[in-house]
T-cell receptor
């Protein structure tokens, strides 16, 4: 059953702590993306990767880091440098190139206490 | 900068009517637009893609139009059902990187 998974679904973090969100896909997609969604706003791109061992900053990369050591995995670390990390985080994947639909995971809701 | 705008006010319609959602873009000419559906607390799901050289695209009860003169795309759901209630996102793709620019979405509520 092909798809994209994210874990955990809900995550609570204390201020000053780093936290890593998991994203895995078995669709054999080359490209993967991380988005942040805040209430009443559209999705904003944090980081994206088109191939293994390569990734680029999106529009709001500050305070976040990623790695792409395997094709199927693209974890996102929210560092203590991110000033307002409470949000809904979405991971997506797609085949490389334009005109392709993105497949989204179920999301992780991060709350900083 | 490139910007996509959707009506932020929720759209409330009666079951059986046609819902029409609007997407306007400024400062650029997208090669294509995509429409996604998002249910509360879930990831978006792809619905349709329309290219700049296509005037209209249909899929079952869905229809999308693309007017490059007006810089606008319209998304229609005919014979709407309560199950169509969701937020609909208009999205533009940027170049060959697969990067997408999202509108803020319009929430549709279909009342029985």
């Amino acid at each position: 059953d092909g798809g994209i998974t994210q874990s955990p679904k809900y995550l609570f973090r204390k201020e000053g702590q780093n936290v890593t969100l998991s994203c895995e896909q078995n669709l054999n997609h080359d490209a993967m993306y991380w988005y942040r969604q805040d209430p009443g706003q559209g999705l904003r791109l944090i980081y994206y990767s088109q191939i293994v061992n390569d990734f680029q900053k999106g529009d709001i990369a500050e305070g976040y880091s990623v790695s792409r050591e395997k094709k199927e995995s693209f974890p996102l670390t929210v560092t203590s440098a991110q000033k307002n990390p409470t949000a809904f985080y979405l991971c997506a994947s797609t085949r490389r190139g334009a005109y392709n639909e993105q497949f989204f995971g179920p999301g992780t809701r991060l709350t900083v206490l | 900068s490139q910007k996509i705008e959707q009506n932020s006010e929720a759209l409330n319609i009666q079951e059986g009517k046609t819902a029409t959602l609007t997407c306007n873009y400024t400062n650029y000419s997208p090669a294509y637009l995509q429409w996604y559906r998002q249910d509360p607390g879930r990831g978006p799901v792809f619905l349709l893609l329309i290219r700049e050289n296509e005037k209209e695209k249909r899929k079952e009860r869905l229809k999308v139009t693309f007017d490059t003169t007006l810089k606008q795309s319209l998304f229609h759901i005919t014979a709407s059902q309560p199950a169509d209630s969701a937020t609909y996102l208009c999205v533009h793709g940027s170049g060959n990187t697969g990067k997408l620019i999202f509108g803020q979405g319009t929430t549709l509520q279909v009342k029985p």
